[in-house]
């Protein structure tokens, strides 16, 4: 078997190393449109501006923070964390159902985190 010259390997090698690494790098650069789709999707229908048709996310946070300056509407928040968006679209609480993994999954789910969380409450 003859042996190929090394400047013929190094572009393929550099393909192979580039089509590895590039599903990380998208992941890291998630499109604020996925998370966006991802809440009107899956949150807006109880989240969403409290127009009468929601089904009373927005109306129970309005109630909770009455009296403050915490905005209802999940997309006026300046102050909801990574970790807090990731526990509660996971385990859900009180009348806040839990998305399974087949109905939100990981990657949707950093996409929705860098649409509701602002880059200083990380």
């Known amino acids: 078997m003859r042996r190929q010259p090394l400047s013929v390997l190094w572009p393929?090698?550099?393909?192979?190393?580039?089509?590895?690494?590039?599903?990380?790098?998208?992941?890291?650069?998630?499109?604020?449109?996925?998370g966006?789709?991802?809440?009107?999707?899956?949150?807006?229908?109880c989240?969403?501006?409290p127009n009468g048709a929601s089904?009373?996310?927005?109306?129970?946070?309005a109630a909770l923070?009455?009296?403050?300056?915490?905005?209802?509407q999940l997309e006026d928040r300046t102050d909801l964390?990574?970790?807090l968006v990731r526990t509660l679209t996971r385990q859900g609480r009180n009348t806040m159902p839990?998305?399974?993994?087949t109905e939100i999954s990981d990657s949707e789910l950093e996409a929705l985190v860098a649409y509701l969380v602002a880059?200083?409450?990380?």
């Open 12 to 34: 393929v090698a550099s393909v192979l190393l580039i089509a590895m690494t590039a599903p990380a790098a998208m992941a890291q650069d998630t499109p604020p449109a996925l």
């Open 36 to 45: 966006k789709q991802v809440f009107d999707e899956w949150c807006g229908i």
């Open 47 to 49: 989240h969403g501006p």
């Open 55 to 61: 089904g009373g996310g927005t109306e129970t946070l």
């Open 65 to 72: 923070f009455q009296g403050t300056d915490i905005p209802a």
């Open 81 to 83: 964390t990574a970790e």
């Open 98 to 101: 839990n998305f399974r993994k």
């Open 119 to 122: 880059d200083d409450a990380e």
